[in-house]
């Protein structure tokens, strides 16, 4: 009963946000998008000619904002998107998709073979996490699955970023969160915290953006 009626509230959230409105409209496959384009809009993060890494990409609507940013004048693709889930994805032209778990092995080696032939070692300018654990509910527990994510972004980044790039992150307030910006500070030169509008106030979502690597 009870998780019916929260059901039913999320329906009518969902159905009333603008941003739902807003994706439909624009071609977005998820409000998501507009997440990321209030972080890029504010911190100048895309522009065409990088390579970027898209992890936790599915159902696209980064992807899909990012192929729009890295479009040239004529519309030809300039720069490299590759984008990575558990879940399938519908294709989208100019973008590399990987399916797989992030935390294998085996999958982190074929990512890093799409990455090795963009250029290889240091060649990628941005990677971006929209990554989340399915929520069992057990706080603690989901805390230390998200975090777990994170570091292996973080290792990811530090061993393939440039110099001068970057990593955005998807984090959740509360257990873990002041160590999870302590160890970005160790690893980038500025850190900084966003919670864009298009965020639900209701979600402990806030993500982490660290730029330039301190030990590269
Ligand atoms: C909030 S959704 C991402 C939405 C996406 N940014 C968009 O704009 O369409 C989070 C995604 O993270 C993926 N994910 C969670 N854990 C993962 C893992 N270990 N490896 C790869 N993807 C993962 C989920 O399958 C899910 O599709």
Request: hydrophobic residues 45%.
């Amino acid at each position: 009963m009870a998780k019916n009626k929260s059901n039913q509230s999320w329906l009518h959230d969902h159905i009333n946000d603008p941003y739902v409105k807003m994706a439909q409209r624009e071609g977005y496959r998820a409000r998501a998008a507009f997440k990321l384009k209030e972080i890029d809009e504010r911190d100048a993060l895309i522009k065409p000619g990088q390579v970027i890494v898209d992890l936790g990409a599915a159902p696209g609507s980064w992807s899909q904002y990012l192929r729009e940013r890295l479009k040239l004048p004529g519309g030809a693709l300039s720069g490299q998107i590759i984008a990575l889930d558990l879940l399938p994805m519908e294709p989208i032209a100019g973008v590399s998709f990987i399916q797989g778990d992030f935390r294998e092995e085996a999958v982190l080696a074929r990512l890093e073979e799409v990455v090795g032939a963009a250029g290889g070692g240091r060649c990628i300018d941005l990677v971006l996490s929209d990554m989340a654990p399915n929520l069992s509910g057990v706080a603690v527990a989901d805390a230390a699955r998200m975090m777990h994510l994170i570091e292996l972004a973080m290792e990811f980044s530090q061993k393939y970023l440039k110099p001068t790039g970057a990593l955005l992150v998807k984090a959740f307030h509360g257990s873990g969160y002041s160590q999870t910006v302590e160890a970005f500070k160790r690893q980038f030169v500025t850190v900084a915290a966003r919670k864009p509008k298009a965020s639900r106030d209701k979600s402990a979502e806030t993500f982490i953006l660290g730029r330039g690597l301190r030990h590269p």
